[in-house]
T-cell receptor, first 115, second 111 residues
Framework: DGGITQSPKYLFRKEGQNVTLSCEQN?????MYWYRQDPGQGLRLIYY???????QKGDIAEGYSVSREKKESFPLTVTSAQKNPTAFYLC??????????????FGPGTRLTVL | GNSVTQMEGPVTLSEEAFLTINCTYT??????LFWYVQYPGEGLQLLLK?????DKGSNKGFEATYRKETTSFHLEKGSVQVSDSAVYFC??????????FGSGTQLTVLP
């Protein structure tokens, strides 16, 4: 089955530690995205990538870093510089053909709790 | 910039009631519009979409019509079920191909 996988589903870390969240897709999509979701709020874009080895900051990139070494993978690192990292993190992907309407497909999410 | 304003929640309905969740947007050009649904502890699933004015998206009994004159994309369902309980997000995709989301509306359907 094609889709997006995120691991782990739940993640606990101590304050001051960096942590990397995994996102893999087998949909052959060009673009991948990371969002942060806080209780009662919408999704906020952290980083996105439209092509391998290239990525752009979203609205709330401070304290986060990403890499895109392979088309199917887009890991997100939450660094110790992120002041409030506890949140639900969602990865998404989309195809970027001109005729498409930019529908994004989402993974199941990772809930990060920093103790 | 682009923005999406969604009806404040939470919304609580009895089974078989009529549902409307309002969504209005601000965008330049001709965005595509989406409704996504999120069940507890899960990611978002696309519920329906519309890519141009007057298009009607529909899926699983839900409908929404792209109204350019009122910049709206309200979600409706004639008879909700307990299984429809979830958070619903309105979103738009503009020329930059980024999605802008509303804040989400929590729907609870009681038996």
């Amino acid at each position: 089955d094609g889709g997006i996988t995120q691991s782990p589903k739940y993640l606990f870390r101590k304050e001051g530690q960096n942590v990397t969240l995994s996102c893999e897709q087998n949909l052959n999509h060009d673009a991948m995205y990371w969002y942060r979701q806080d209780p009662g709020q919408g999704l906020r874009l952290i980083y996105y990538s439209q092509i391998v080895n290239d990525f752009q900051k979203g609205d709330i990139a401070e304290g986060y870093s990403v890499s895109r070494e392979k088309k199917e993978s887009f890991p997100l690192t939450v660094t110790s510089a992120q002041k409030n990292p506890t949140a639900f993190y969602l990865c998404a992907s989309s195809q970027l053909r001109l005729a498409e309407n930019n529908e994004q497909f989402f993974g199941p999410g990772t809930r990060l709790t920093v103790l | 910039g682009n923005s999406v304003t969604q009806m404040e929640g939470p919304v609580t309905l009895s089974e078989e009631a009529f549902l409307t969740i309002n969504c209005t947007y601000t965008a330049t050009g001709y965005p595509s519009l989406f409704w996504y649904v999120q069940y507890p502890g899960e990611g978002l699933q696309l519920l329906l979409k519309a890519t141009k004015a007057d298009d009607k998206g529909s899926n699983k009994g839900f409908e929404a019509t792209y109204r350019k004159e009122t910049t709206s994309f309200h979600l409706e369902k004639g008879s909700v079920q307990v299984s429809d309980s979830a958070v619903y997000f309105c979103a738009l995709a503009g020329s930059a191909r980024q999605l802008t989301f509303g804040s989400g509306t929590q729907l609870t359907v009681l038996p």
